[in-house]
């Protein structure tokens, strides 16, 4: 039985493939058209999928759609109409959309896909704990999905239990705790749904004293928090829900500043509003957590959402609350929705067991030696060929440790936001000096961005303070943890100004290149950790194929390319074939 999830039209458009119960393939529509949250019907991703297990169309049993577009509809005109006339010119501009794809989705998959079948419409957070749940390793657990808004609800609590999950209380747009988060971004001059992390990282530099930050006591006058963890916004700080700008004069006041401008400079003031706003955001879900676990009485806990990608609280959660196992599968947000629409047709709607857990994130396009060599061969570059494994391993490490930036391009590419040793680049973090070098030379962007740490699962305790046993989410860079104090200085380059790091843990069976990798760089520099971040510049999604690989190197200064069983050095081919220029531009 194979069946097909769908997420498209408002951000991270993607696709699921899930077969006999197990997800096979998965995969975001932007590492194929190479447009950022691209949210464009998944015509690549389907075909990937489909591609991938040798069918056709034909072959889907069913396909799934991750939320009603009608209720959501109710909601968007209710919205409006509430706020007209002041909502006028947004509920113009917005109508086209929801004429031309948002309210025909069904004819759209039809034709797009020439589908013949039924499509099945899943609630947009039952997708989200679907998603989680029931590809966990929990057979029962609490569910706690928060994010911007589905079609009504932008929080849930529920409880999962074999193939059956229900969401027990819930809370109503406009009040959302991931549009509290976005609005903020959006005033402190980020772009929203998609820099909320950039907020997270920066909240470190400001004052995380809820007694001396002045502005966690202004942001706590526009959210009424009580003690069970729901919340109800002041609108009147906000104008998200009838204008296409996010914060309100009135919160530019509160705040004491104009939205900052993304190109003027950062200051102290910024800082500390992005500490206020994460304790804030701390402060609600902790609660809830409290709640949700006095209501469930359940040791397991899966979060989703958008506000799962949060991992600076998400490594507090097992320390400040009575849950003791966690789970967050590699995509929380909006994209990860279709591996929940199509576990729930399987289990929860035709009543098929449970056996399948999602333990790694490796699910998107590969490329054999023989299509990577075929595609150097025809672009006539210069490229070495590795004779083995071991040297593979050996000349990687050792590159790495001299100090030299590699794109690593291996396998099958990762599922959700974080690279995760499929399309990664990787350096040395014993070297100071490595952030900045990545920063500016590679990623170009923020100098305060940290970078995150890998290392192998048996080796994390001994450099950071984890939780014991580690968390499953840790394997998919969903986990902020301290760094011991002993190694801050170690590994400078993956330790965060507050002695943190973002750590990926990995295992042998997850990804044997990988990881003997890391084990190789700590046979050399005694200290079996690498930098890790996405292979990719800024603006720019994940590479995807070889071509992309390629261009990224060329356009930056990553020194060299380990692809498959191919080493491309970048100063042995000429720049003049590539608009390098393109590639390097912010």
């Avoid at 900052?260 to 402060?283: G, M, N, S, V, Y």
């Avoid at 499953?472 to 965060?496: G, N, R, S, W």
Wanted: glycine share 6%; with cysteine; hydrophobic share 35%.
């Amino acid at each position: 039985m194979y069946i097909l999830g769908i997420s498209c039209f408002y951000h991270d458009s993607s696709v699921a493939l899930l077969k006999d119960g197990k997800i096979v393939a998965a995969a975001q529509e932007e590492r194929f058209t190479r447009k950022k949250h691209d949210v464009s019907f998944p015509e690549n991703a389907t075909r990937y999928c489909l591609e991938s297990q040798n069918i056709t169309i034909k072959d889907i049993d069913y396909i799934g759609f991750y939320e009603k577009p009608l209720i959501k509809l109710e909601r968007f005109m209710y919205q409006h109409l509430e706020c007209f006339p002041k909502s006028y010119k947004t509920f113009i501009n917005a109508m086209p959309s929801w004429i031309n794809e948002k309210l025909r989705v069904t004819k759209i998959i039809k034709k797009k896909l020439k589908y013949k079948g039924g499509i099945l419409f899943i609630n947009h957070h039952l997708s989200h704990a679907a998603g989680s749940f029931l590809v966990s390793p929990f057979k029962k657990a609490a569910i706690l999905t928060v994010d911007g808004v589905g079609e009504w609800t932008t929080t849930t609590l529920g409880i999962g239990e074999n193939n059956k999950i229900t969401l027990l209380k819930e809370i109503e747009f406009p009040s959302s705790l991931g549009l509290f988060y976005s609005a903020l971004t959006a005033y402190l001059g980020f772009s929203v749904n998609n820099s909320e992390y950039k907020v997270m990282g920066l909240s470190p530099y400001g004052d995380m004293d809820k007694l001396s930050n002045k502005y966690y006591k202004k942001l706590k006058r526009t959210i009424d928090i009580k003690e069970d963890g729901s919340f109800r916004m002041d609108m009147s700080y906000f104008v998200f829900h009838f204008d296409n700008k996010m914060p309100s004069k009135k919160l530019c006041d509160l705040l004491e500043g104009e939205i900052r401008k993304p190109e003027t400079p950062i200051e102290q003031r910024h800082k500390d509003i992005a500490a206020a706003l994460q304790l804030i955001f701390e402060e609600v879900m902790e609660k809830m957590l409290n709640y949700l676990y006095k209501e469930t009485k359940c040791n397991n806990l899966v979060i989703s959402g958008g506000c799962g990608l949060n991992s600076v609280f998400n490594g507090k959660i097992l320390s400040r609350t009575k849950f003791r196992n966690l789970w967050i599968q590699p995509d929380p947000g909006d994209g990860g929705t279709t591996i929940g629409i199509v576990s729930y047709i399987y289990n929860s709607l035709l009543g098929n067991r449970r056996d399948y857990t999602l333990k790694e994130a490796y699910l998107g396009p590969e490329f054999s030696d023989d299509k990577i060599k075929s595609f150097l061969d025809s672009n006539n570059i210069n490229y070495h060929i590795f004779k083995n494994e071991k040297e593979i391993i050996e000349i990687t490490a050792n590159k790495i440790f001299n100090n030299q930036v590699v794109g690593w391009f291996q396998g099958r590419m990762e599922w959700g936001p974080r690279a995760l040793g499929a399309r990664s680049i990787l350096s040395n973090p014993c070297n100071p000096k490595m952030q900045e070098i990545l920063n500016l030379k590679v990623k170009h962007r923020e100098k305060f961005r940290p970078f995150a740490p890998v290392v192998c699962e048996d080796d994390a305790t001994k450099y950071f303070e984890c939780d014991k046993p580690i968390p499953l989410p840790t394997d998919f860079m969903l986990m902020v943890y301290p760094v011991k104090e002993q190694y801050c200085k170690v590994i400078p380059a993956v330790t965060h100004v507050d002695g943190s790091g973002r750590l990926q843990t990995i295992r042998r069976d997850q990804n044997k290149r990988y990881y003997d990798l890391i084990k190789e760089f700590g046979k050399i520099s005694r200290v079996p950790i690498l930098i890790n971040t996405s292979f990719n510049i800024r603006g720019e999604p994940i590479v995807c194929t070889p071509l992309d690989a390629y261009k990224c190197m060329m356009g930056t200064g990553i020194d060299c390319l380990v692809m498959g069983s191919f080493l491309i050095i970048r100063e042995e081919n000429s720049q003049d074939m590539w608009d390098s220029e393109e590639y390097a531009r912010d």
